[in-house]
T-cell receptor
Framework: QKEVEQNSGPLSVPEGAIASLNCTYSDRGSQSFFWYRQYSGKSPELIMFIYSNGDKEDGRFTAQLNKASQYVSLLIRDSQPSDSATYLCAASGDQLIWGAGTKLIIKP | NAGVTQTPKFQVLKTGQSMTLQCAQDMNHNSMYWYRQDPGMGLRLIYYSASEGTTDKGEVPNGYNVSRLNKREFSLRLESAAPSQTSVYFC???????????????FGPGTRLLVL
């Protein structure tokens, strides 16, 4: 069965530090990968997607993809309390395959 | 541009009752999806519609039916609600994918369903 795995957390990070969120996937055929943020009681919203090996940066967020290791990560620089949320990783397959999410807490 | 809208926002049902969850999108997307989200389990796909006139089962279709009414609207029906269907239901839409890739999915605000 195709799976996406994430540490459920919570991951606690001091304000201003770098938060590192990780995700592994089982389907070597997955081509594209997505990071969504979900605040408590709200719907998921896209942070960024990545298709190619290497890094992709968007503001304070950097997604990293290593297809050989089947590993995707999201780095959040200068973490803010407003970054506290659950972060969902998804990989493409016949449909998107979703991880269960990592809860991130940014401590002021 | 409202994006993806869902109604109702919250619903309480008794076991055996039926209801329909409504979803509409104004982004001219071809593909639409229904997910359920339970604590600690992430998003699980119930049904999807790749285009108007087509629907397909996802990971957890039992107990549900869907209708793709037109390009904008995709409804989810519970014919005989059970307590195991207590969950948060999200509708999403996207452009069609290319060769297995999937474009970004955009989510509605969700419907919180409690079945007693």
């Amino acid at each position: 069965q195709k799976e996406v795995e994430q540490n459920s957390g919570p991951l606690s990070v001091p304000e201003g530090a770098i938060a590192s969120l990780n995700c592994t996937y089982s389907d070597r055929g997955s081509q594209s990968f997505f990071w969504y943020r979900q605040y408590s009681g709200k719907s998921p919203e896209l942070i960024m997607f990545i298709y190619s090996n290497g890094d992709k940066e968007d503001g304070r967020f950097t997604a990293q993809l290593n297809k050989a290791s089947q590993y995707v990560s999201l780095l959040i620089r200068d973490s803010q309390p407003s970054d506290s949320a659950t972060y969902l990783c998804a990989a493409s397959g016949d449909q998107l395959i979703w991880g269960a999410g990592t809860k991130l807490i940014i401590k002021p | 541009n409202a994006g993806v809208t869902q109604t109702p926002k919250f619903q309480v049902l008794k076991t055996g009752q039926s209801m329909t969850l409504q979803c509409a999108q104004d982004m001219n997307h071809n593909s639409m999806y229904w997910y359920r989200q339970d604590p600690g389990m992430g998003l699980r796909l119930i049904y999807y519609s790749a285009s108007e006139g087509t629907t397909d089962k996802g990971e957890v279709p039992n107990g549900y039916n869907v209708s793709r009414l037109n390009k904008r609207e995709f409804s989810l029906r519970l014919e005989s609600a059970a307590p195991s269907q207590t969950s948060v239901y999200f509708c999403a839409s996207s452009l069609p994918g290319l060769a297995g890739e999937h474009r970004t999915q955009y989510f509605g605000p969700g419907t919180r369903l409690l079945v007693l």
